[in-house]
């Protein structure tokens, strides 16, 4: 039985140990490519660095604007993610609580939307934008980012909010609380997992979206990090900048990395959660 338990366990955890070092690998070789010059990328690509410097990660900040690019990515995705929960967390307490004529259909109406693809309705967004002249501008791009998160916001949101006894709400209503009361005082403090979930996942598809930003934005100076680095990454063809790609990369990865390593037990326990509610 033993030798089983230890085959079967042998089974599960080499194919994952296969496939981290698959996904890790290329990872710890950009960061190292990072501090390397360009000779030595190209005489040694698999080799470490003979002095580590941070001369390639200066170039990529300022002379090829990342960080412009990064403070942009910055203002865009938290204003989109909390335009998204102002949106989001009162729409789903009324779908969820307050039911009325047609609640179902508009529920229904949000989650079939969550289908239909983005790419659908880009052309007509920026005509639209153009029309209301908005087209280069990080507070339309933000509103967009929100509104479009909106469906999947809601999704997660209520599946918290149905466990919400209703008993608290009766109570605070019988002592005089308003309904935007019971929401913010109330409902939004015992959800906050699914908040936190909903938020996280929400502010790592804004901070690495890229067609929308190069649709939406004209000015080299309103670029948000997708559209940057993809123009970094054309430069590096023709320049030899590639250590520069590389800092670059690490640049817009590791803010990511960091973010998901502090709050993945968040994320875990909020969508284990929410499947079980």
Not at 5 to 19: D, E, G, H, Y
Not at 43 to 55: Q, T
Not at 119 to 144: E, Q, R, T, Y
Not at 213 to 235: C, E, F, H, P, R
């Amino acid at each position: 039985m033993k030798i089983l338990k230890t085959l079967s366990r042998l089974a599960v955890r080499i194919p994952l140990l296969i496939w981290s070092i698959i996904v890790i690998f290329p990872l710890v070789w950009m960061f190292i490519g990072a501090f390397k010059t360009n000779a030595e990328i190209f005489a040694s690509p698999w080799g470490l660095p003979e002095k580590f410097n941070f001369y390639n990660f200066v170039a990529a900040w300022t002379d090829y604007q990342i960080g412009t690019a990064f403070v942009n990515s910055l203002f865009v995705t938290i204003l989109g993610t909390v335009l998204c929960l102002v949106f989001s967390i009162p729409t789903a307490y009324a779908l969820e609580r307050l039911r009325f004529k047609g609640s179902e259909i508009l529920l229904n109406s949000y989650l079939a939307s969550m289908m239909i693809p983005a790419v659908l309705g880009w052309i007509p967004l920026f005509f639209l934008l153009l029309k209301l002249n908005m087209l280069d501008n990080l507070w339309a791009l933000s509103l967009i980012y929100a509104v479009s998160h909106i469906p999947f916001t809601i999704f997660i949101l209520i599946s918290f909010m149905g466990n919400v006894p209703k008993e608290l709400e009766e109570a605070a209503t019988m002592d005089g609380m308003s309904q935007y009361g019971i929401l913010l005082k109330i409902v939004t403090p015992l959800v906050k997992s699914g908040i936190i979930t909903a938020s996280i996942l929400n502010a790592i598809s804004f901070w690495n979206e890229y067609f929308m930003a190069l649709i939406l934005l004209q000015q080299d100076s309103k670029n948000t990090l997708g559209v940057a680095m993809d123009l970094l990454k054309t430069n590096a063809q023709y320049e030899s900048a590639w250590g520069v790609m590389f800092a670059g990369l690490c640049i817009a990865v590791i803010p990511v990395i960091i973010f998901y390593t502090i709050f993945q037990r968040h994320i875990v326990k909020g969508m284990t959660e929410g499947a079980i509610k």
